[in-house]
C-alpha cells in the first residue's frame, strides 16, 4: 500500500491528507483540464533547496494562462505554500506537485469553473527505477506519435497531455523496456513519456527544439547550461529516428527521471552499451549542485 505524506496544502491551507478532497464532477477530472508541475526538493551540505522553484511556478502560471485556468493566488504564496507542504511533512527531499484544475462550477467545456489548488510533497526516488542514474535502462521509439503544435500546445503542462504520455509508458512496460521515446508529428524525435532527450554524436550534444512536439523542461535549460559551462557543443535541431542508433551516448532528462542514461533503443546498444563519459560528465555537474561540488552561479538553489 502507498504510504502518502500527512499532510497537503489545499485551497489556501495545510489539511490532513485524507481532508483535501474533490468533487467527482469537477471539470478538470472530466476535461483533463488542469495543469501542474513537477519540483524536487535536494537535501545539500547547508540543508535543503528547492530546484528551480520559480522558474517551475513562472511555468505553472503561463500554463494556466495558455487554457484561461484563472489562478486565484499569486506565485509567491504558491512559492511559500510549497515550502510549508516539504516542513509540515518533515522532509528533508522531496519530489513537490503543484496543480491548480478547474472544479466543481458547470458542465460544459467552455463553463467557468472556480479553481481548485493544491501542493503535495513526497519522497520520491530515481522516477525510471532503483540504481537506473547508474546502469541506464533500455528505451524503445514508441508507436505513438506525440502532439502536433497545432493541437494541443506541449508547452503548457496541462493534465490533459498526460494521456499522451500515458499511452507511451505503458506501452514501454508492457513490452518490456524502461521507458518510451516519441516521435513528433513530423516524424523527428520528441522526447520521452515523461523526459526530453538529449543525443550525444561525435562529441556535439543534440536535443531536439521546443518545436518538437516537447515540454520545454527545465531540466533540459539546467543541462544546456552545464553542458556549455563545461564547454560541450549543445544543439537544438531537429533530429531523425536513425540519430538514435548513430548515438554515442543518450539521455534522458526530467525532474522526476534527473539524468537517466539510456544503454539501449529498440534493442541496439547505445554507444558501448553502458553510459558514456559525457553523461557521467553532465550527471556530476547536475548533482553536484546538490552535494556542494558545482557551484551554483546562476541562483537555481532556493534554500527551504
Ligand atoms: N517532457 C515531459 C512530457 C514531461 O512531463 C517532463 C516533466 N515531467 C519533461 C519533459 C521534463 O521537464 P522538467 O525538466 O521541467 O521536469
Redesign the pocket.
Known amino acids: 500500500m502507498t504510504q502518502y505524506p500527512e499532510h497537503i496544502w489545499h485551497n489556501g491551507s495545510l489539511k490532513a491528507w485524507r481532508d483535501a478532497t474533490v468533487h467527482v464532477m469537477a471539470h478538470g477530472l472530466h476535461y483533463g483540464s488542469s495543469v501542474f508541475e513537477?519540483i524536487r526538493c535536494y537535501e545539500t551540505p547547508s540543508g535543503p533547496v528547492i530546484f528551480r522553484l520559480g522558474d517551475h511556478l513562472k511555468r505553472l502560471y503561463l500554463s494556466a494562462k495558455v487554457y484561461d485556468i484563472g489562478m486565484p493566488y499569486p506565485e509567491d504564496v504558491l512559492a511559500a505554500a510549497c515550502r510549508d507542504v516539504v516542513k509540515a511533512n518533515g522532509l528533508r527531499s522531496a519530489y513537490l506537485r503543484p496543480v491548480a484544475f478547474r472544479g466543481l462550477g458547470g458542465f460544459g467545456l467552455s463553463a467557468d469553473c472556480p479553481t481548485d489548488v493544491a501542493v503535495a510533497a513526497w519522497e520520491w526516488g530515481p522516477y525510471l527505477g532503483a540504481g537506473v542514474l547508474e546502469s541506464g535502462i533500455d528505451a524503445m521509439v514508441s508507436s505513438w506519435q506525440r502532439v502536433a503544435p497545432n493541437t494541443i500546445p506541449s508547452g503548457a503542462?496541462a493534465g490533459g497531455n498526460y494521456l499522451s504520455?500515458q499511452l507511451i509508458a505503458r506501452e514501454a512496460r508492457r513490452l518490456g523496456f524502461g521507458e518510451g521515446i516519441a516521435m513528433a508529428s513530423t516524424g523527428l524525435i520528441s522526447?520521452g513519456?515523461?523526459?526530453?532527450l538529449f543525443i550525444i554524436v561525435d562529441g556535439v550534444i543534440n536535443t531536439p527544439p521546443v518545436s518538437a512536439g516537447?515540454?520545454n523542461?527545465?531540466?533540459?535549460h539546467t543541462v544546456i547550461t552545464l553542458a556549455a559551462d563545461l564547454g560541450y557543443t549543445v544543439v537544438e535541431r531537429d533530429l531523425p529516428r536513425e540519430t538514435l542508433y548513430f548515438a554515442d551516448e543518450i539521455f534522458m532528462?526530467?525532474?522526476?527521471a534527473e539524468i537517466t542514461p539510456l544503454r539501449s533503443v529498440d534493442g541496439k546498444p547505445v554507444g558501448a552499451g553502458k553510459p558514456g563519459p559525457i553523461t557521467h560528465a553532465i550527471q556530476e555537474a547536475f548533482f553536484g549542485l546538490f552535494r556542494g561540488k558545482t557551484d551554483d552561479r546562476w541562483g537555481w538553489l532556493d534554500p527551504l
Open positions: 513537477g503542462k504520455g522526447e513519456a515523461g523526459e526530453n516537447i515540454l523542461g527545465i531540466t533540459r532528462c526530467g525532474t522526476a
